[in-house]
């Protein structure tokens, strides 16, 4: 009987122990000029567009992206960490839309895109402070705040902003030294 509950313990801590690691894969944290903002991404929905954010982080193009179009009770648009007015492109291609079943409500990050087609979501994405249910199936979820949301409520608002607010780094938390 020892053994088995020996066993089982061990299991379940290595189990618990690569969950871990696996949050830590998924977990983007946004040094901003108004605190830190956590998300966890939704590998499981969107697993491209995690992808892209996991690599654009990790090519530094992200630092000193703006929070260039920030409207209260809607969201707060960033990631262009090109020309940083809301038109810029990463160097990557743009991607296909993974539309979802999860809703746009406070706290979720969504991938933004141009208005031509539902493929062309790149590098940007923005935070809703507010249920978006127009948004549902409409945009690409690929995340949610989990912890940092009152700092996402500090963000200087406009569309588009004067001396905006930053992320003055990104990073994937399994990637911090």
Known sequence: MIRILAVLLATFAFSAGAHAQSDAQNTLVLET???????????????QHAARLKQLARDGFYD????????????????????????????????KQEFSAVPFRRGIV??????????????QFFITYADAPHLNRQYTVVGEVVS???NVD??????PVSDPDRITRAYVQADKK
Not at 33 to 47: F, H, M, Y
Not at 111 to 123: E, F, I, L, P, Q
């Open 148 to 150: 940092g949301m009152e």
């Open 154 to 159: 500090k963000i200087k608002k406009g569309e």
């Open 33 to 47: 000029t108004k605190g830190n903002v956590v998300i966890r991404l939704r590998e499981d929905v969107a697993p």
């Open 64 to 95: 000193n992206a703006p929070f260039h179009r920030v409207i209260a009770g809607f969201m707060a648009q960033t990631g262009d960490g090109d020309r940083g007015d809301g038109r810029g492109k990463s160097k990557y291609p743009d991607l």
């Open 110 to 123: 969504g991938m933004a895109r141009g208005g031509h087609s539902v493929d062309s979501a790149n590098c």
